[in-house]
């Protein structure tokens, strides 16, 4: 069993930064890759980011490289997602996401445990 915490979501104008936490808490939580997600209003939820946790592979989704980076700090059992040069079509609800897969997926269904999101709001 994986719990998964995000926080750090709020309202902030277009090209600010916000940063996502996700406390990640289980016996083996060390063997899953890890991931950010986000749905916006009458949108199907879509991958933005993923880690693994030993190794730290990370893949990103093209919308969001090179303004998103996920990290994560393995001894506190925490993974970011920091977000710079926001746009208003990053307003979502962005959920972390922890899945048994090896490496980095974007597919949605592969991820099992989810937490209850956090709002971005970027206003223009």
């Known amino acids: 069993q994986v719990q998964l915490v995000e926080s750090g979501g709020g309202l902030v104008q277009a090209g600010g930064s916000l940063r996502l936490s996700c406390a990640v808490s289980g016996r083996t939580f060390s063997r899953y890759v890890t991931g950010w997600f986000r749905q916006a209003p009458g949108k199907e939820r879509e991958f933005v980011a993923a880690?693994?946790?030993?190794?730290?592979?990370?893949r990103h989704a093209d919308s969001v490289k090179g303004r998103f980076t996920i990290s994560r700090d393995n001894a506190e059992k925490t993974m970011y997602l920091q977000m710079n040069s926001l746009k208003p079509e990053d307003t979502a609800v962005y959920y972390c996401a922890a899945s048994s897969v090896v490496l980095p997926s974007k597919t949605l269904d592969e991820y099992r445990y989810w937490g209850q999101g956090t709002q971005v709001t970027v206003s223009s």
């Open positions: 880690i693994a946790w030993i190794g730290g592979v990370a």
